[in-house]
């Protein structure tokens, strides 16, 4: 049995900076043991100082609610003895453990040792995919109650839970991916390797579970639309009861106008442009008809559309309603551009190496965590730290390549293909579309209609096509990762190699070193040039612009 102690802590205050004389107005403890709440702790703290007008606003905490209170050095010693034998676990870690040891200092006691647990680096872990980490985001996607933000006996009791869910979520990982976090869990700012310890101690060893594995790597299990279902749904008319589905549905003329438009021009084999207006629900205006096509008919209809929120809409929200509305599944398929997806054998070199940042190693645990979650393996879906980003572009599919039979089967992008051709809706953007003329897999063989939405922006998409984007940046972390032979880098590691072996001269060595620093340096220069080219060029459109109005 876990008998492990957690404090959660949360603390109002002044300001920032108890070295400048900011105080604690509020604090609250929740003490965690087995796995249960079993002891919670608040108080109202004197600061013995004006409380700043937008602290007030922010906390909702006045000088009425203080003026009674004691100030810090009356509660100090309940504190420090509540936080005894026990792992302080705070929101934010960086702010409350200070600041609380500042005033315990001053307090005349000494200062707290113990192991510390970040819930905001472990919610970035354990939920990758998250909007915001805010306590107040992040607790109301996971449906955990949080009554007033900023008061320190809601945000800790909040606290407290989201870091039970998060643990109790963390134990339903494979092992396989519990013994890969751990591995890097060292790395971490704070004490979650020991978490990581206790989890996969409570495993033991690989049990059989509903997880794919790629060379030793857990994914979530996949399963292929199957093609002939007997339970195949039936069309149904959509001039009735859509309001039996749709929430706070009004029937609008315009809507009902282009559906019987669209179906018209499917039934006919015609071509049709529809211009519609905000706010009428165009998007179920032709996603409706498009089912009931491909289902009267045993052909796909293709929808593209320019932006990628657009396609998760499609499927997650819209796709669903067609579904209820029907009263049986409807395959409905989502396939994006390439890049949008992970090359696990990138990835598994990737795990092989070391001395990573902290920003690469937290999103390589990102990714793993990830990967026992998603159905898509669409990289846009992991919000990674700026740092981190790099590490994601690293591991994108970059080229159609040869897969071997076990690639073939794990990647994400044959997984999108095969359900693709398996689908009554195939849902996908315009430059994925418009370059499905070069590829050797076309999914467009039994399309029998396509619907382009936002079909303004297929100019720019086609044009898009053959522009090159140049980010100074991804270039930069590409130099810094070879670095010169002091910085050991990729250079370092080549000068050992060729000393070691007598494939080169240590002159030789240098002069290639020479040669790269040189290169360097010009592309800085060059890049500034183009960079100082560009602003001026703006500079004087814009001038040009105001002359003009």
């Known amino acids: 049995m876990n008998t492990q102690k957690y404090v959660v802590v949360d603390i109002e205050t002044t300001g920032h900076s108890p070295a400048k004389g900011d105080r604690i107005i509020q604090l609250a403890m929740v003490t965690i043991e087995n796995g249960e709440i079993t002891d919670t702790y608040t108080t109202f703290i004197n600061p013995r100082r004006t409380i700043p007008l937008f602290i007030q606003d922010l906390t909702n905490i006045t000088e009425e609610d203080v003026a009674d209170a004691k100030t810090f050095e009356h509660y100090a010693e309940t504190i420090y003895e509540k936080m005894q034998d026990a792992i302080f676990v705070a929101h934010n870690t960086n702010f409350d453990l200070p600041f609380l040891q500042a005033e315990l200092k001053r307090s005349g006691l000494s200062k707290w040792q113990g192991l510390t647990m970040d819930t905001v680096e472990l919610v970035r872990l354990m939920y990758p995919t998250a909007f915001s980490f805010k306590l107040q985001d992040i607790t109301s996607e996971l449906g955990i109650p949080l009554e007033s933000a900023h008061r320190a006996d809601d945000d800790a009791m909040a606290t407290a839970l989201l870091f039970l869910r998060a643990k109790n979520d963390l134990e339903s990982l494979p092992y396989d991916t519990l013994a890969f976090l751990h591995k890097r869990s060292f790395q971490l700012k704070s004490d979650l390797s020991r978490l990581f310890f206790e989890l996969t101690q409570k495993k033991r060893s690989a049990q059989s579970d509903d997880f794919d594995r790629f060379q030793g790597v857990p994914l979530k299990a996949r399963k292929i639309f199957e093609k002939d279902r007997i339970d195949s749904p039936i069309p149904r008319d959509w001039r009735e009861g859509l309001e039996t589905v749709f929430p706070n549905f009004e029937k609008r003329p315009s809507q009902y106008d282009m559906m019987a438009t669209i179906e018209n021009a499917l039934n006919e084999k015609k071509e049709v442009v529809i211009e519609a207006s905000t706010g009428m629900g165009k998007t179920i205006a032709y996603l409706l008809p498009a089912v009931n096509y491909a289902l009267d008919t ?252």
């Open 298 to 549: 045993g052909k796909q209809v293709l929808i593209s559309t320019y932006t990628t929120h657009l396609q998760d809409q499609l499927v997650l929200k819209e796709g669903r309603m067609i579904e209820a509305f029907i009263g049986s599944p409807v395959r409905i398929s989502l396939i994006k551009g390439l890049s949008h997806y992970i090359d696990l054998t990138r990835f598994v070199e990737l795990l092989q190496s070391d001395d990573e940042s902290y920003d690469e190693t937290f999103t390589i645990m990102q990714v793993l965590v990830w990967l026992t979650a998603t159905k898509t393996g669409d990289l846009n879906e992991i919000n990674a730290s700026s740092g981190g980003q790099f590490v994601v572009d690293k591991i994108r599919r970059s080229h159609i390549r040869k897969l071997s039979k076990q690639e073939r089967k794990a990647d994400f992008y044959e997984f999108a293909l095969n359900q693709a051709r398996h689908a009554h809706i195939i849902v996908t953007n315009h430059a994925f579309l418009l370059n499905q003329h070069l590829s050797k897999k076309t999914i467009l063989t039994n399309v029998g209609a396509y619907i382009w939405d936002e079909a303004h922006q297929v100019v720019q998409a086609a044009v898009s096509q053959h522009e090159k984007t140049f980010v100074y940046t991804q270039w930069k972390y590409i130099f810094g990762q070879i670095g010169s032979f002091d910085d050991k880098q990729l250079a370092s590691a080549l000068f050992e190699t060729a000393e070691r072996t007598g494939f080169s001269t240590v002159p030789e060595m240098l002069k290639l070193e020479s040669l790269f620093l040189r290169f360097t340096a010009l592309f800085d220069e060059v890049s500034g040039l183009i960079a100082a080219e560009f602003t001026a060029r703006f500079a004087h459109s814009r001038h040009k612009r105001i002359l003009h109005y």
